[in-house]
């Protein structure tokens, strides 16, 4: 069983940075990571993934190159830097993790995740 808690929400003007940390009770060296967010009234959006070592990444096409995902087995955690924020990056945005048997292996869609965290709040205004 790996719990998740997600830390580093917050409001912030547009064009600002946020990171966000997701700590896990458990080991995580064997699960592949990522990110959704999700606000009221749509379902779950994917942001990023990383594999279980932190070698191999993927990103919805609305954050390339303003979000970085990356990991660290040795404390637990994977974290979420965002820059250039916009007002539409708005959400609540939840860790979740699973159990990879591949290396390479990510996963983009909240169905094949089986831990959640609790979610943390991100507000951008313009």
């Known amino acids: 069983q790996v719990q998740l808690v997600e830390s580093g929400g917050g409001l912030v003007q547009a064009g600002g940075s946020l990171r966000l940390s997701c700590t896990a009770s458990g080991v995580v060296r064997t699960y592949a990571m990522g990110w959704f967010r999700q606000v009221p009234g749509k379902e779950r959006e994917f942001v990023a993934t990383?594999?279980?070592?932190?070698?191999?990444?993927d990103y919805a096409d609305s954050v390339k190159g303003r979000f970085t995902i990356s990991k660290d087995n040795d404390v637990n955690t994977v974290n979420l830097q965002m820059n250039s924020l916009k007002p539409e990056d708005t959400a609540i945005y939840y860790c979740?993790?699973?159990?990879?048997?591949?290396?390479?292996?990510?996963?983009?869609?909240?169905?094949?995740?089986?831990?959640w965290g609790q979610g943390t709040q991100v507000t951008v205004s313009s």
């Open positions: 979740a993790a699973v159990l990879s048997p591949g290396r390479t292996s990510y996963y983009t869609t909240a169905d094949e995740y089986n831990y």
């Open positions: 990383i594999s279980r070592g932190g070698g191999y990444t």
